[in-house]
């Protein structure tokens, strides 16, 4: 989704812990709004961007509870509501945070509240943000007169590491109708996205489910199947048509295989093509996925892949054709060059074992 | 005519010559300040001052007596005087022609410069022109009457073809005696070679020049586009070629080389949101009231992993404005 334009109308910040710590004392959980001046509204609109504009790692969810009371409700009623209530309603969901925060390499940090007006795909939308930023180190700098300190500082965030930082992104469906200030919403009227770097983590399904599965009572969306397919079948013509020796082509097909195969948990355009594709062709199969309506990450989802990824074949002109399991045919198939006879040469590890 | 009456009447149209040379010296000047608009123009144009030199007595009584015998040689000699203006590409010359053709006088191709081209094409194998023009009536010059019906010589060149006729025509590469046929054709050739790299580099400027105005009349279209599409956003005028928009645009010249202005129209039609930032962020920052962000902006949509790598400038402007299109830096700075 293209995001551009961000204003903030109001945000707010809570102290949030580990759900262990929470018997030793209580987060320090604010009272007042806080008020950000040009450069601190442009840098968290800046990390907004990052994060969830097109071109980042933020994927689609889906709510599962949307009840009264929910998260869900919670968040989406800080749409409308009173200061007051815009306060109460932050640090009940700071809270629920905290007591989310159980398991894996979770460190306290910050809650952060923003609800704000931005322009989704064009469409001026409001919006309700939840970031969740971890506290950084760094030196600070202070020039005086000729002399140059450096002192530490332990409590910065929303620095430029994204590995410190989560966010929930709520955006209202432009032409959504708000009837009642205080009715609940649809979760059809928001499309909500969720950053989390641990989510491009291989392994770590779980640590990063915390987030947005046990914190926000979503699921990750259930298009991921379709849109996975529709990368990979992406990608693939994509390769085919660009304009490299028949043999490195067979190598790019098998590095998206391994792509697919690998264990993060989303599929990104731009991380593939930077692993992947030579830098000239890295612009053009984004404009090409930009075209086909993938502009951010996907939750990987192999199902409607699986017979794809299971073996991969190289067929000749000839009717020959060459099978394996993909990782048996990246390390032990060799195709080294088509010569003008109408021969192929291929080079394959191993010796001949059987002729069944 | 004896010789001596001959001289007698030659030195004494001298000063005549002179002031008809330096008429049309400044004649022709005056029409090419008038057509690239100042003195300065002129003298870059020109790469010598245009200079009128009137023929050598000896010369001439050699040439009118003996060389080329005329009944009447005062009348038929034609390079009794000579201005020669010498420019830098070939296309100049056209241009020096064009103005001598048109001018206050009758002008004509120096045959006699034609039949010798013909006649020994090794020194004078280059595109060149010789004109010989004749005033139409009586009138006074500096004080000096100039009769109707003075020839004077116009050679132009460029001055790559100064430097070889320099060359091929000093007395240094003159032989003093008639050479073997063998030592001459040896000669010939190297005249022959000599003037043919002449063109050659001639070709080669033009060709440069060409494609250098090809280039900059592309980047100038879209440089004003931007600039245009820019005032239709914020609604204040912008300056196209400014520095920063220069040296952007000379650094993706290799993504620009096929965009129409058109294109960048359509790009920022289909971007409404736009309006905003720009009007908001140039009140405070330089770098968006270049009309350049339009063309930058235009270039991020297509080219978005690439475009940093060679921005050439501090990149903080760059994110920021990525940032306003609603595109993520992650993994690009």
Known sequence: ?356 | MTESELRGAFEERRPVLAALGEWVAERVTASLREALGSDEAVSKFLQLPAKSRVKDTDSFLEKALIRKPKKNPLEEITDQVGVRFVVLLLEDIERICSIVESGPWDAQKDRDFQIERLKNPDYFAYQSDHFVIRTRSEFEHDGVTISAGMPCEIQIRTILQHAYAEMAHSSAYKPPIKLSEEDQRRVSRSLAKGSALIEITDDVFREIKTKLRDYNESIEALLKTASEVYQGITGEPTNPMTALGKLVAGTYWEFLNNVEPDQLRDWAINRPELKSPLCEKRKEFVFYRDSIVILLGFLITEHESEIPGRWPVDSQYLEDFYTTLGISTSGLF
């Not at chain 1, 910040?13 to 030793?24: F, G, I, Y």
């Not at chain 1, 040009?38 to 790692?57: C, F, I, N, Q, Y």
């Not at chain 1, 905290?98 to 939308?125: E, H, L, W, Y």
């Not at chain 1, 067929?315 to 399991?325: E, G, H, I, R």
């Open chain 1, 1 to 356: 989704m293209k995001i551009t334009n961000i204003t903030i109308v109001r945000a707010i910040v809570h102290e949030v812990v580990r759900a262990s710590q929470l018997e030793d004392r209580p987060p320090i959980l604010n009272d007042a709004l806080v008020t950000l001046n040009t450069k601190g509204k442009d840098l968290v609109s800046r990390r907004l961007v990052e994060t969830v504009a097109s071109g980042s790692h933020c994927v689609d969810v889906t709510v599962e509870d949307s009840t009264s009371g929910s998260p869900f409700d919670r968040a989406t009623a800080m749409l409308d509501c009173s200061d007051e209530l815009f306060i109460s309603n932050s640090k009940h969901l700071a809270s629920s945070l905290s007591n989310a925060q159980t398991a894996g390499p979770i460190k306290s940090g910050s809650a952060v509240f923003v609800q704000g007006r931005c322009f989704a795909d064009g469409a001026d939308s409001r919006f309700i943000a939840i970031i969740k930023a971890d506290s950084d180190q760094a030196l600070y700098k202070n020039v005086t007169g000729e002399e140059i300190t450096l002192t530490y500082v332990n409590e910065m965030i929303l620095g430029e590491s994204q590995r410190l930082i989560k966010i929930a992104f709520l955006i209202e469906d432009s032409d959504s109708t708000v009837t009642l200030s205080d009715a609940l919403r649809s979760p059809d009227d928001f499309s909500i996205k969720v950053f989390d770097h641990l989510m491009q983590i291989s392994g770590n399904g779980e640590a990063a489910a915390y987030f947005y599965r046990t914190f926000l009572q979503c699921r990750l969306a259930d298009t991921s199947s379709r849109q996975t397919k529709n990368f990979y079948n992406v990608a693939r013509s994509f390769i085919d048509q660009m304009p490299v020796p028949q043999a490195d082509r067979v190598d790019y097909q098998g590095d998206l295989i391994s792509y697919l195969r690998s264990n993060e948990e989303i599929l990104e355009p731009r991380t593939f093509a930077r692993r992947v594709l030579p830098e000239d062709q890295r612009d053009a199969f984004l404009g090409v996925c930009r075209g086909s309506d993938i502009t951010e990450a996907i939750t990987k989802d192999l199902t409607l892949l699986k017979g794809k990824l299971r073996r991969r074949s190289v067929k000749f002109s000839s009717n020959v054709t060459l099978y394996a399991p993909p990782d048996v045919f990246k390390e032990s198939v060799r195709i080294t060059g088509e010569s003008d006879d109408g021969w192929t040469e291929v080079r394959i590890r191993g010796s001949i074992e059987s002729m069944p």
